[in-house]
């Protein structure tokens, strides 16, 4: 068994090349939001490049093993959308999404104070709430949420 797996997670400014194929794999799981992914970047419409946005991408191995991104609420620009998130079902259980999480929130800090997220999975549900996101109860777009500390001052934010 080899200990010395590489694990690459990069900020992506273009899709990755085999992201068809996760996407594939994603939609075996009866998920749709990597084609959601891939046809709202090709027609332009969310690209995660507005302020405080980004996409990431982990390679394990050099095989695209997760993406995932942040996007800024169109309502209050203190809150953060974690999005797209998915992780190659070889690859869990291995830590990749934990550190695409972890590198999406650092990310994020600088920028927003609050991160949400929706998910309607039982199994993304509960690695969400071992990474201390809680449980949103009775929003329709929301499923969780974390507050970050972040070095926006009172006075800022006023």
């Known amino acids: 068994m080899s200990t010395g797996s590489e694990r ?3 900020r992506v400014t273009a899709l990755p090349g085999d ?4 996407c594939l794999l994603s939609e075996g799981e009866g998920l749709r939001f990597l084609r959601r992914l891939i046809k709202d970047w090709e027609c332009g419409d969310n690209r995660f490049d507005q302020p405080g946005e980004a996409l990431f991408a ?8 997760g993406v995932g991104g942040i996007n800024c609420d169109c309502d209050d620009p203190h809150l953060g ?9 070889d690859f869990r259980r ?10 999406i929130e650092t990310h994020a800090a600088g920028r927003f104070k609050r991160l949400v997220l929706f998910t309607e999975s039982w199994a993304a549900a509960g690695f969400y709430d071992q990474l201390a996101y809680r449980p949103i ?20 934010s006023l």
């Open 94 to 103: 291995r830590g990749v999404g934990t550190a695409l999480i972890r590198t």
């Open 19 to 22: 992201i068809e194929q996760l």
């Open 58 to 65: 982990v390679e394990l191995d050099g095989q695209l093993a």
């Open 81 to 89: 959308r974690v999005r797209r998130v998915y992780v190659h079902p």
């Open 8 to 10: 690459r997670i990069a």
């Open 137 to 156: 109860v009775g929003h329709p777009q929301r499923s969780h949420e974390k507050m970050l500390a972040t070095s926006i001052s009172v006075r800022e």
